[in-house]
């Protein structure tokens, strides 16, 4: 693999369209504003594989970053989690999906609620009421399950045939290969997993290994990984 200094060299000068896709981001805020001054070299069309949310401390600041920004994330698991254990216009008036509220806190909504109410007593009611006010609970809710561009399909947990299209958040089996690249997320790994013409995993833990991920796609669709730390 080229090192980053070249590939950017190779990029700018043969004017070749590239995207940006990022991990698993897990309010590790501090990684996503470095590693997006990175992918700035090469492109300023950035997606997210999901999870914004979740077990880091700056939940409702990584949500912002990627509004800000233009980031066009897909759903991840814990935004579909999230969503279920809110009281909403779906579902019977004062009623919550207590299962999917106990999933939830098991996997980590008190950072999250932590970091939307700050000054609050953090009830899930106050927690509620601010996601809703400062937009987010209307943006999460209008996330995608997949995205697909020019040269790959982007999901959280990645395409399996013959599976429910709600598998794609879940999903830990190696992803079906299409006629596309298929990048995806979900499953940490100490590394970005790349098989060339099938797919790229870009989740590189960030939350327990500290390190963010993305991947640059070229026009003709061959992938570099770039990463940052603090």
């Not at 004017?15 to 990684?31: L, Y």
């Not at 920004?69 to 008036?93: A, C, F, W």
């Amino acid at each position: 693999m080229y090192s980053l200094q070249r590939i950017i060299k190779i990029i700018l000068s043969s004017n070749m369209k590239t995207i940006a896709v990022i991990g698993d981001i897990h309010g590790c805020v501090k990684q996503l504003i470095k590693l997006y001054d990175k992918i700035l070299k090469y492109t300023d069309d950035v997606y997210s594989v999901g999870d914004l949310i979740d077990r880091g401390e700056y939940s409702k600041e990584a949500v912002q970053f990627c509004i800000d920004n233009q980031i066009k994330p897909v759903m991840g698991n814990h935004e579909y989690t999230m969503l279920q254990s809110l009281i909403d216009d779906t579902r019977e008036k004062g009623a919550r999906d207590k299962e999917a509220l106990r999933l939830w806190m098991y996997i980590g909504a008190d950072k999250t609620i932590e970091s939307y109410c700050k000054n609050t007593k953090k009830k899930l009611k106050d927690f509620t009421k601010e996601l809703i006010e400062c937009g987010h609970y209307d943006y999460i809710k209008s996330l995608p399950l997949s995205r697909e561009t020019d040269t790959c399909i982007i999901s959280h947990g990645g395409i399996v045939s013959g599976k429910t299209e709600i598998n794609m958040l879940y999903n830990r089996q190696t992803p079906s290969k299409l006629n596309k690249l298929q990048v995806i997320g979900h499953t940490p790994e100490p590394e970005a997993i790349y098989r060339k013409g099938h797919y790229v995993n870009i989740d590189t833990g960030c939350i327990y290994w500290g390190k963010l991920s993305a991947v640059i796609v070229s026009e003709d669709a061959s992938c570099d990984i770039i990463s940052a730390q603090i």
